[in-house]
């Protein structure tokens, strides 16, 4: 069976080039920070500064996997501030307090099995409506248990 010539080049640069070298055209890139932007719940988001490799030959940006980690994280980390939501820490001394898994809050509330750790690692951010009622889970004694109670009767 033939590869197609573009699965050969591909291939063929695959093994010869160095990893900081440009996927595009070859050349070495070289590692820079500027701003960027990323969506983070349909709003663009400007984080400062973000460590990326830049080819200075075709202009081509590369992020490698632990940049663009903490790309998203800070991303998450300035629209929180920006709209006064609760902090990833925040969130997780919450639930301690309540003290529930993760799993069990989720099922309480509502949401996938694995939102709350996505809330809590950084990697997404809640809404503003869950916000709030994760606010008036912490400042409203006794609301946590009337919603353990309307959680079991609609069980």
């Known amino acids: 069976m033939k590869k197609s010539k573009s699965r050969q080049t591909a291939s063929r640069h ?44 075709c202009h081509e940006m590369v992020l490698r996997f632990a ?25 997780r001394d919450l ?7 993760q799993a069990k ?3 309480l509330l ?4 694995n939102t709350i750790s996505r809330w809590e690692a950084g990697r997404n951010v809640q ?9 008036l889970i912490r400042d409203l004694p006794g609301s946590i248990d009337y919603i353990r109670e309307h959680h079991q009767a609609a069980a």
């Open 110 to 113: 509502g949401l996938g099995a």
């Open 14 to 57: 695959n093994r010869s080039l160095p990893l900081d070298a440009c996927p595009s055209c070859g050349t070495m890139m070289v590692e820079k920070r500027k701003a960027l932007r990323l969506p983070v719940n349909g709003e663009e988001v400007t984080v400062p500064s973000v460590a990326h490799l830049h080819c200075p030959q």
């Open 95 to 101: 639930r301690l307090r309540l003290n529930l898994t």
């Open 67 to 91: 940049d663009s980690k903490r790309f998203g994280e800070d991303a998450i980390t300035i629209y929180r501030k920006k709209h006064g939501l609760l902090s990833a820490d925040e969130l």
């Open 105 to 107: 809050l989720c099922q």
């Open 127 to 135: 809404t503003t409506a869950m916000d709030m009622l994760l606010r």
